[in-house]
């Protein structure tokens, strides 16, 4: 089957530096997203990573290795506003999106 | 500005009465989803367009039901709700099915069954 695992909750401070992890195994792979969901909002895109090595994007980077079917989104100076879930998600062979149920981030002052 | 827009936010029905929620765009994209994200879940794809090509996804259940009559509008119905029916319900589109874009979300419709 397909499956996307990364952590349920995380928690860290502000102006410090986090990764969050996601593994995956899908049939066939596209590619993998990264999204920021604030509580009671829609996802929005973060990031989009094909290629093997880090794609940088201000204080956001994304990091994937396709032979270890694994992924990192790396959140530098943290804000309070940072505060959201992180939902990452592969394209399959089909190119459908199988999504991760996401990780929780909780920035404390 | 170019948006997904979803309507309403918030809709309250009663356990076995039909809703329709509704969802428009001004991307003009070819590609609409619908998801249902229940809360800590990962967002589950009931249906997408791509034009008017429609696809179902196979463990979608039949109490839910979709039409898309022009690109800019789609709607998702929902025939006779259960109290397991109560999620947020999201709208997204990208430009093309089968391709890495990125899909846009609109802002969602938490639905509430009593």
């Known amino acids: 089957g397909q499956n996307i695992d990364q952590p349920t909750e995380m928690t860290a401070t502000e102006g410090a530096i986090v990764q969050i992890n996601c593994t995956y195994q899908?049939?066939?792979?596209?590619?993998l997203f990264w999204y920021q969901q604030h509580a009671g909002e829609a996802p929005t895109f973060l990031s989009y990573n094909v290629l093997d090595g880090l794609e940088e994007k201000g204080r956001f980077s994304s990091f994937l290795s396709r032979s270890k079917g694994y992924s990192y989104l790396l959140l530098k100076e943290l804000q309070m506003k940072d505060s959201a879930s992180y939902l990452c998600a592969a394209l399959d062979s089909n190119y459908q999106l199988i999504w991760g149920a996401g990780t929780k981030l909780i920035i404390k002052p | 500005d170019a948006m997904v827009i979803q309507n309403p936010r918030y809709q309250v029905t009663q356990f076995g009465k039909p809703v329709t929620l509704s969802c428009s765009q001004t991307l003009n994209h070819n590609v609409m989803y619908w998801y249902q994200q229940k809360s800590s879940q990962a967002p589950k794809l009931l249906f997408h367009y791509y034009d008017k090509d429609f696809n179902n996804e196979a463990d979608t259940p039949d109490n839910f039901q979709s039409r898309r009559p022009n690109t800019s509008f789609c709607f998702l119905d929902i025939r006779s709700p259960g109290l397991g029916d109560a999620a947020m319900y999201l709208c997204?589109?990208?430009?093309?099915?089968?391709?890495?874009?990125?899909?846009?979300f609109g802002p969602g419709t938490r639905l509430t069954v009593l």
């Open positions: 899908t049939s066939g792979f596209n590619g």
């Open positions: 997204a589109t990208s430009t093309k099915r089968g391709g890495t874009d990125t899909q846009y």
